[in-house]
């Protein structure tokens, strides 16, 4: 079981930032990757940033590219999402991913309201 919790949404103005963070709790220990997904009124939910834990690359939507950044505090088990040059088209409700080993459950966290004014 993991429970994972969002927060540092809220307003900002286009061209400004907001980190995000995303804590992990519960069985921790085997969870291999980390990242983020984001929902907009009437859309579907996309991803834009994932990282594996134990290292490597991380795969970013094309929209966020050289905007956003993924970090981690191992010991804390929570992943951040810096959010630099925001744009309306950010606007969206983000969702704290993770993923344990040898599982085909995704867990979720319940979301934290992003909206950009321009």
């Known amino acids: 079981q993991v429970q994972l919790e969002e927060s540092g949404g809220g307003l900002e103005q286009a061209g400004g930032s907001l980190r995000l963070s995303c804590a992990a709790s519960?069985?921790?220990?085997?969870?291999?990757?980390m990242g983020w997904f984001r929902q907009a009124p009437g859309k579907e939910r996309e991803l834009v940033a994932v990282?594996?834990?134990?290292?490597?690359?991380?795969n970013y939507a094309d929209s966020v590219k050289g905007r956003f950044t993924v970090s981690k505090d191992n010991a804390k088990s929570t992943v951040y999402l810096q959010m630099n040059s925001l744009k309306p088209e950010d606007t969206a409700v983000y969702y704290c991913y993770a993923q344990k080993i040898f599982s085909t459950r995704d867990y979720w966290g319940k979301g934290t309201l992003v909206t950009v004014s321009s």
């Open positions: 990282m594996r834990w134990s290292g490597g690359s991380t």
């Open positions: 519960g069985r921790t220990s085997t969870i291999v990757s």
